[in-house]
């Protein structure tokens, strides 16, 4: 239920999405969809290397826009 929920709301938006683990069939979503998506495994609290990794794609998307 929630990765059909997240997946209904993230439209047409990039995403960062973050959970314990993603099914196949969301990581293919995510594979096949248009815009940006950025998933995060993380059963814990995120590393400082997913945070920048995270950091990274937020600037990313930052700089497309403008």
């Known amino acids: 239920a929630q990765e059909q929920t997240v997946i209904e709301f993230a439209g047409s938006l990039p995403l960062v999405w973050v959970t314990d683990d993603f ?16 998933l995060v495994s993380a059963p814990g609290a995120l590393s400082g290397d997913e945070r920048a990794r995270i950091g990274r794609f937020v600037t990313l998307q930052a700089r497309q826009t403008d």
């Open 23 to 38: 099914s196949e069939s969301a990581r293919s979503w995510a594979r096949d969809r248009g815009p940006m998506t950025l």
